[in-house]
């Protein structure tokens, strides 16, 4: 047994601490080793300079008033880390921030490496198959709702819960037993407590507008391959969290290549394939506006996407002509049948109860699975309408839906 998990997330000014970029909140969530959710933390932290995309994080200079500068919580933060497996949705993010700070302070974090933190996004290519890498797209696979997206807390509470899903799924301990004890034996600095109080954000401003491009970002498929291209893709994702894609991002992006260890023509691979699937993301509905045809174009210029293959993008498909692979509605039955070793997931209340039900399948050879991924042979709902998460990604990837009185009427069938 060990002392269980950290579960952080930053909010910052940038993408890219060597352009001095700083964390402006930390959120954390204490879980413990067999998944529960214990307590949480939060605080804005003064930077001592602007604050970045202020319509993303939400953060103005007014919540910096009386805010705590990292020096001030920094001995607080290394107590509820120290011992604790670090998670975080995008690990290399925060850990190259959180290393970036305490080297401010002349001090060592125990992440100069990354792989010392685990990242609940990698762990996605294990559990959630054919997921996208965001952490919204993660945790509708499950269920999971995010609310409040781009606040420290928010994020690392629902990041918490995707843990624990991926936990619960897992038959074998010994690799969570192994992080534990990796994490048992770091060594953090020794900083002493200074007494300033964390700050939680004040709430209650409007929620954040999402453009269509950065949403249609939650449906692109994971980078395979190496972690470097696969952290660099969730770098590029934060880059047009923002729709602005400001002037200092490309240098900031040039500059994670290079941390990363790309090679400048996997870089521009990279690109190009990025920019295809987000093409087909946005492309997905039938419908490309104005305005994602001049984001299209931002992002054309910050990936160096010569000017024909942005055109053929922009102009490929008609209007109203939806892409295969993103079909609008599921397929509807009104009869099941599943084969031994057929995978099935379930959503909303059943009338009959879960366990039940997922008994029944158990004694057929059926096995249910948590979460929906493209392995999944259908989606059992309360609801075939509903506008679940899981609901949402068996529409996405062309999964029937069907009552549970199909499913009741099979089994009775089968006996």
């Known amino acids: 047994m060990h002392n269980g998990y950290a579960v952080v997330d930053f909010e910052t000014t940038g993408l890219s601490p060597a352009y001095g970029h700083r964390v402006i909140e930390i959120g954390i969530v204490h879980v413990a080793p067999d998944g529960q959710i214990e307590e949480s933390f939060e605080t804005v932290v003064n930077p001592d300079r602007d604050l970045g995309p202020v319509r993303i994080h939400r953060l103005r200079g007014a919540d910096m008033v009386g805010a705590p500068t990292f020096a001030d919580i920094a001995g607080t933060l290394v107590e509820r880390l120290r011992g604790r497996v670090l998670v975080a949705h995008n690990a290399p993010f925060e850990a190259r921030f959180l290393h970036a700070e305490f080297d401010r302070l002349g001090m060592q ?36 709702e ?13 990041t918490a819960q995707l843990l624990a ?5 897992s038959s074998d301990r010994s690799s969570w037993d192994t992080w534990g004890a990796n994490a048992a034996r770091l060594a953090w600095p020794q900083v002493a407590t200074t007494g300033s109080g964390w700050l939680a954000r004040r709430r209650g401003g409007p929620a954040v507008t999402r453009t269509r491009v950065d949403r249609a970002t939650d449906r692109m ?9 696969f ?4 770098m590029l994702d934060a880059a047009l969290a923002d729709g602005l894609l400001s002037a200092s991002e490309p240098a900031a992006l040039a500059a994670l290549a290079s941390d990363v260890g790309l090679e400048p ?16 993301a946005v492309w997905a509905d039938g419908i490309l506006t104005i305005q994602e045809h001049i984001q299209l174009e931002r992002v054309a210029a910050l990936l160096g996407i010569p000017n024909d293959v942005l055109e053929h993008a922009v102009h490929s498909r008609k209007p109203g ?8 509605a599921a397929p509807a039955y009104d009869s099941v049948s ?28 059926i096995r249910t699975a948590p979460a929906v991924t493209k392995k999944t042979n259908v989606l059992i709902a309360a609801d075939v309408d509903s506008l679940s998460g899981k609901a949402k990604k068996a529409r996405q990837y062309g999964i029937p839906i069907l009552g549970e009185e199909v499913l009741e009427a099979a089994l009775a069938a089968a006996g």
């Not at 498929?221 to 291209?229: D, I, N, Y």
């Not at 084969?339 to 039900?357: F, H, K, P, Q, Y």
């Open 321 to 328: 002509e939806r892409h295969v692979t993103a079909p609008m």
């Open 231 to 234: 952290q660099y893709a969730a």
């Open 165 to 169: 899903a991926y936990m619960a799924s």
């Open 265 to 280: 023509e996997e870089w521009r691979r990279l690109h190009r394939r990025y920019f295809d699937d987000l093409v087909e």
């Open 338 to 365: 599943l084969d031994e070793g057929s995978i099935v997931t379930l959503t909303g209340e059943m009338r009959r109860g879960r366990a039940a039900l997922e008994a029944d399948l158990a004694r057929h050879g």
């Open 109 to 144: 974090s125990p992440f100069s490496e990354a792989s010392r933190a685990l990242c609940t996004m990698r762990l996605a290519l294990e559990y959630l198959p054919g997921s996208g890498r965001k952490l919204a797209d993660c945790c509708s696979a499950y269920d999971i």
């Open 146 to 158: 995010l609310t409040d997206a781009h606040e420290a807390l928010a994020d690392a509470r629902a």
């Open 221 to 229: 498929p994971a980078v395979e391959g190496s972690g470097a291209a």
